[in-house]
DNA sequence: ACGCTAACGGACGCCCCCGTCCGTTTGGCT
DNA sequence: AGCCAAACGGACGGGGGCGTCCGTTAGCGT
């Protein structure tokens, strides 16, 4: 059972409250979830009951400390959207989030294997709206290709999360090259061949 | 301390031996590496003292049980560099291999996380060299971009590894039009911008 | 048919992770 | 200053994987 009248955290509480955090953080962010809880409370200066206490799941945890870099995402998507070019806004999506995910180990798998069953993070459902308006925008334009499919966007990003390297530098550089690549491949041009069909990876909401 | 003298087994020793490798195939291609060796032993029906006699280590085990695959993967690249179109040939590698780690989770993770400190697996130098040679026949020809490196292959194969899905059939499909994207990126073209720099993926050897 | 030894596999001890319980500490209010 | 409950953390039991030992089984050569 979680405490639930009081509502007003001690000072202490709170104080570790945002320790763990930081930690989970931190932790997340250069091994990936995979990270033991007591790893987390050990470096947070906590004993494993006060961060089970505090999160009574990995998942809840996780959701907490990465709700900045979703709001993050959503914020790129929304820059993208903004952007009177529809291309040059997809483009900066791709980018952003592609080097998001390569500095932050834990987001990507976070945000992807989503846990599988997450509540809808942060808004999915409205970021993936937005997104699909601008790649429509952007193919009205003639710049993205038009056998796109959102799909396409969800492979790519899953795509970058399988580049792993051991310095986070490397991984941004190879990340960044990556990004490159991808926009080449979205480009619309009229030497293209047809692409193999694609692949429902996620469940588009009706 | 492993049996050294006799070198010819007993029939049912080889016969265990031929229905662990057969377990491990199967296991590793379904569920990747991480599968422990009690499953593999009590899928094959031994115990994991027979296991551990006949395959001190996972890294031999899965060696052994990979071997054939490799030797497709040079037989792909050797196909690749055959083609009298290097371009043409090059294409094939990258669908046959993506396709190849599509189908065989366990390839890809044993090919590219290559067991840190893996020996030579099957000759791996001399394919790095043969598509190499290739690119740089493609590159001439000019169909393949001149700002292309060997890592950005490396970079697209760590990246197809990427690719998960529950069902294979949907991995394959996912993983066939990945392919179809990650040529059109790296078709020579004259409207394309420069990429960001290469990362160093892999120590080329000297 | 018989024995010898290669080969087997159940069982063991080790380690790591998980989630929880309970005796102790300490912040905050009077 | 003193109380009391909120908050803490060490310690526990459970589960799972790993690699090994040793008593038992069964191929194979005579």
Redesign the pocket.
């Known amino acids: 059972m979680i405490?639930r009248l009081?509502h007003t955290?001690?000072?202490?509480?709170l104080d570790?409250r945002e320790r763990i955090l930081d930690a989970a953080r931190a932790l997340f962010s250069a091994d990936g979830l995979g990270v033991?809880?007591?790893?987390i409370a050990r470096c947070a200066?906590?004993?494993?009951?006060?961060l089970?206490?505090?999160f009574?799941?990995?998942q809840v945890l996780a959701t907490e400390a990465f709700a900045d870099q979703l709001r993050a995402c959503r914020t790129i998507v929304d820059q993208g959207c903004a952007d009177p070019d529809p291309w040059r806004g997809l483009c900066l999506v791709i980018e952003k989030i592609c080097e998001l995910h390569a500095r932050d180990r834990g987001l990507g798998e976070a945000f992807l294997t989503a846990f599988p069953g997450a509540p809808d993070v942060a808004g999915r459902e409205y970021t993936v709206k937005a997104v699909a308006g601008l790649a429509q925008r952007a193919k009205d334009a003639g710049h993205l290709r038009s056998d796109f499919v959102l799909d396409d966007l969800i492979l790519i990003l899953m795509a970058n999360k399988g580049i792993h390297s051991r310095s986070t530098d490397t991984q941004v550089t190879a990340s960044r090259r990556f990004a490159g690549l991808a926009i080449q491949a979205l480009k619309a041009s009229p030497q293209h061949a047809p692409l193999p069909p694609a692949a429902r990876l996620v469940s588009t909401p009706s």
Chains 1, 2 share one sequence.
Not at 36 to 39: D, I, Q, V
Not at 45 to 50: K, Y
């Open positions: 405490d009081p955290l001690r000072s202490d509480a570790n033991p809880m007591r790893e200066g906590v004993g494993p009951a006060t089970y206490r505090h009574p799941t990995k």
